[in-house]
């Protein structure tokens, strides 16, 4: 496995081989940019909030008539968080997802930097993403690197699209037998709401039009900048 880690500590990933095959890890498709050293650096801005489950037919016919003209797409996730700890520091964490809905499908492994904390002007949380496509085979090669799975999740739920934005309502749920992934149980009566874009590094102006349609959504659900120091893995 070849891996790539800048000046900041975070990685980049190029290649990694599974049974003899080696395949390429790409970031999703973006807007050519001027680059240096040959990678586009990719941000998420995030905002996120919450709505009760009796709230969600009003939030879902307020996001209908404000996004795109087009149905939003259903999904079942199955996601499974890795650690891989090191002798110093926070353990390096990545993430695997695979859909329920579309078995054959591909993996997705996503990597999310630390959020950014330089810039508080800044109307959303901003980090740095890595989210590729994978083999099956996904699980038995982060165990093989060393990797511990730590906590598994089933997410279902809707995605909106408005331009770059992406709206996604989804209701976590906690897997009761590992792997079992028929046997869950509800985290909370509510439904967690996340507004994100993913853009190359330094097109800050993204949060404002976040803000702008945040706004539109109130007093349905109140999207935020969350603060790092509250977040879980």
Same mark, same amino acid.
């Given at each position: *496995?070849?891996?790539?880690?800048? +000046?900041?500590?975070?990685?980049?990933? !190029?290649?990694?081989?599974?049974?003899?095959?080696?395949?390429?890890?790409?970031?999703?498709?973006?807007?050519?940019?001027?680059?240096?050293?040959?990678?586009?650096? *990719? *941000?998420?801005?995030?905002?996120?909030?919450?709505?009760?489950?009796?709230?969600?037919?009003?939030? @879902? =016919?307020?996001?209908?008539? &404000?996004?795109?003209?087009?149905?939003?797409? !259903?999904?079942?996730? =199955?996601?499974?968080?890795?650690?891989?700890?090191?002798?110093?520091?926070?353990?390096?964490?990545? $993430?695997? $997802?695979?859909? @329920? !809905?579309?078995?054959?499908?591909?993996?997705?492994?996503?990597?999310?930097?630390?959020?950014?904390?330089?810039?508080? !002007? $800044?109307?959303?949380?901003?980090?740095?993403?890595?989210?590729?496509?994978? +083999? =099956?085979?996904?699980?038995?090669f982060l165990n093989e690197m060393g990797f511990r799975m730590d906590h598994e999740f089933v997410a279902n739920g809707h995605i909106f699209r408005k331009g770059v934005m992406k709206?996604?309502? +989804?209701?976590?749920?906690?897997?009761?037998?590992?792997?079992?992934?028929?046997?869950?149980?509800?985290?909370?009566?509510?439904?967690?709401?996340? &507004?994100?874009?993913?853009?190359?590094?330094?097109?800050?102006?993204?949060?404002?039009?976040?803000?702008?349609?945040?706004?539109?959504?109130?007093?349905?659900?109140?999207?935020?900048k969350i603060d790092p120091s509250k977040q879980r893995h």
């Amino acid at each position: *496995m070849f891996i790539c880690v800048n +000046s900041t500590g975070e990685t980049m990933f !190029s290649y990694f081989r599974l049974k003899s095959v080696w395949v390429k890890m790409e970031a999703p498709p973006v807007t050519v940019m001027p680059v240096t050293g040959g990678t586009i650096n *990719m *941000m998420e801005y995030l905002l996120q909030g919450s709505v009760l489950d009796q709230a969600l037919e009003s939030l @879902l =016919h307020r996001l209908r008539g &404000l996004c795109d003209n087009m149905e939003p797409e !259903s999904f079942t996730d =199955h996601e499974l968080v890795y650690l891989l700890k090191g002798q110093q520091g926070n353990p390096f964490i990545l $993430r695997a $997802r695979r859909s @329920l !809905s579309h078995p054959t499908a591909p993996w997705h492994l996503r990597y999310l930097g630390q959020p950014e904390v330089g810039d508080k !002007s $800044r109307h959303a949380l901003v980090r740095n993403c890595v989210d590729v496509a994978a +083999s =099956h085979s996904l699980p038995e090669f982060l165990n093989e690197m060393g990797f511990r799975m730590d906590h598994e999740f089933v997410a279902n739920g809707h995605i909106f699209r408005k331009g770059v934005m992406k709206v996604v309502v +989804s209701k976590l749920s906690r897997i009761l037998v590992p792997g079992n992934t028929e046997n869950t149980e509800r985290l909370s009566l509510s439904y967690l709401v996340e &507004l994100s874009v993913l853009a190359p590094a330094g097109q800050d102006t993204v949060s404002e039009d976040m803000r702008s349609f945040a706004e539109q959504l109130k007093p349905l659900v109140h999207l935020e900048k969350i603060d790092p120091s509250k977040q879980r893995h």
